[in-house]
């Protein structure tokens, strides 16, 4: 199943159900009026969308226009962020002179969640000079878990699968983190890609509570990575039971992969800017790209193996934030 | 003008108006339904309070059972604390042989914003072993915030101000501290006292962005700390400021001081466990008072000038959570 959300000027907008080939959508609206209303009461509303699917299937619906979609859940409860691509972790560390991560657990930020971007909507930032960079990563969305879960009960409750863009500021992340409370400034608002799937339509891609889906980020139309999500340290359902230790996650948590890396980053490059500059320390003793100016462009997609893009795209560009005092 | 929420069932609870002794209480929810609707349209409402105000100092009103008191906010889209006493960081770290935090701005986190516990309820913790600590603090909550503000223009977003407990879990949250990426497992719900109130409520105590009333902690009914409120490094205004630099802010934004600790601490006391050890380990070398037990209770208040409690009190138990995995 694949579900979306479409801009209607209110905070969470409208529900739409869509057809795989994402052409098509109905009203899903009756059944649930937003996507975190279905989270709320995901398993009452399984026939009725059930009902919906069915409808797609034999052709019904009205056009899709994706210019119309807001991210699925446009603003969410909860947005923890794992970092579970060791090779990303690895690269940075002797990059840039870090010392090592002293940690057997997940590593796991708090981020905003009171804003998630379209996938099409321009993204504003105060300054060139903080570091423009994108993270592409998949995540998920699940109901409500309850304090003290076991990683086997968490997988159940994952309800879908998203793929999105962690934006991150390169020259205030390393200042923030070295205070140890995480990132405020150098976590601006995410984007989000068009669709989230339940995750039976990912087929054998999703295993192990991991998306194994190549994520290709071309920026600026061209190819900069196209790196594969298998090979997280810890699956999504280990990154919801460490998440929820001491607290119980609300209906409509996103969880997170961290910038999605592979081992062979040199070959299949990379979904963030910082990981190029640092392969380019390692090679050079300096970085020889730079971050993202304003104007700029970043599309990020997934392919399933029959070729159709799962999520949909994001591909968005970088824009001066107004300035908007009072 | 003081204002709680009546828990009802349903996730926000209902908007209540309070007379200024805490004893009588009038219906605001045909003003705005909850809290968080009231903040979504301030200036819109401020004229109907400003008549139900008028009814309550007239005399008009029902009793207020303190029991059915929810969290003011029961959940937030946003709760970002602060950690603002200086001589709280300080003592940290000579106590706890901690580097030097090298940043010249102020410190804050991002914590989990979708339940905020009521000043009564017990407060479900997974293990005694994880070091449970009580955190007095301040907290102030705004209107929509524009990214970039001034810290000047911060100051009248700042709506409504209240009084919190920042759970911690001790043994927790050096090891998450130590990743850079902030706190996911140390940080379980806060608790909020009864009564958040407009600034003007606090007189000459409000000042420079900063509550400067003393914190008065009680544990098990023992005195433990009566810190005031007033040195924070940086005023809640401008904490806002630093957390807008690169989004905005929702309405109902909640911004913590961190702990209130007072250069004097050894006369004072203090607002939490840790600091008190701190003292310990400084002194003999080792603390001598341990975390809280499951049973235990703790009491937060301040007072205004004129003895009146300015919050309500937050008063309740730690108590040890069930195992609900499904």
Redesign the interface.
């Known amino acids: 199943m694949k579900l979306a959300t479409i801009a209607n000027g209110s905070a969470d907008g409208k529900l739409v159900i869509v057809s795989i080939d994402g052409e098509l959508y109905l009203d899903a609206s009756e059944t649930a009026p937003t996507l975190q209303a279905a989270l709320e009461r995901w398993d009452d509303i399984q026939e009725p969308l059930a009902s919906l699917t069915a409808r797609l299937v034999a052709g019904e619906g009205a056009p899709l226009d994706l210019a119309r979609l807001a991210a699925p859940l446009p603003?969410a409860?909860?947005w923890?962020d794992g970092?579970a691509y060791t090779s990303h972790g690895a690269l940075m560390q002797k990059a840039f002179d870090l010392p090592p991560?002293?940690?057997d657990?997940p590593?796991?930020?708090?981020?905003?969640?009171?804003?998630f971007l379209g996938p099409y909507e321009d993204v504003?930032?105060?300054s060139e000079s903080?570091g423009i960079d994108f993270e592409g990563e998949f995540g998920v969305i699940t109901d409500v878990v309850?304090?003290?879960?076991?990683p086997a009960?968490a997988l159940?409750?994952i309800k879908l699968i998203v793929q999105l863009n962690d934006w991150s500021?390169r020259v205030?992340a390393p200042?923030?983190?070295?205070?140890?409370?995480?990132?405020?400034?150098?976590?601006?608002?995410c984007s989000v890609a068009p669709f989230a799937l339940t995750p039976d339509e990912l087929g054998g891609a999703w295993r192990d509570g991991r998306v194994c889906l190549d994520l290709a980020v071309d920026w600026n139309g061209m190819r900069f990575g196209n790196p594969n999500g298998a090979p997280m340290a810890f699956g999504f359902h280990e990154l919801i039971a460490?998440?929820a230790?001491?607290?119980?996650?609300?209906a409509g948590?996103i969880i997170g992969s961290g910038t999605v890396s592979n081992p062979g980053y040199r070959e299949v490059g990379s979904s963030c800017i910082a990981e190029r500059r640092g392969i380019e320390i390692v090679d050079h003793g300096a970085p020889r790209t730079g971050f993202m100016r304003f104007g700029e462009r970043v599309r990020m997609e997934a392919r399933l193996p029959d070729g159709a893009l799962a999520f949909g795209a994001i591909d968005q560009r970088v824009v001066r934030?107004e300035?908007?005092?009072?």
């Not at 205070?179 to 608002?189: H, L, M």
């Open positions: 603003r409860w909860q923890l970092s991560i002293e940690t657990l590593l796991m930020y708090q981020g905003l969640s009171h804003q504003p930032l105060p903080d309850p304090m003290g879960i076991t009960d159940a409750r500021l205030i200042v923030e983190m070295k205070t140890g409370f995480g990132w405020i400034q150098a976590k601006p608002a460490h998440a230790r001491t607290r119980s996650l609300p948590t934030a300035a908007s005092h009072d």
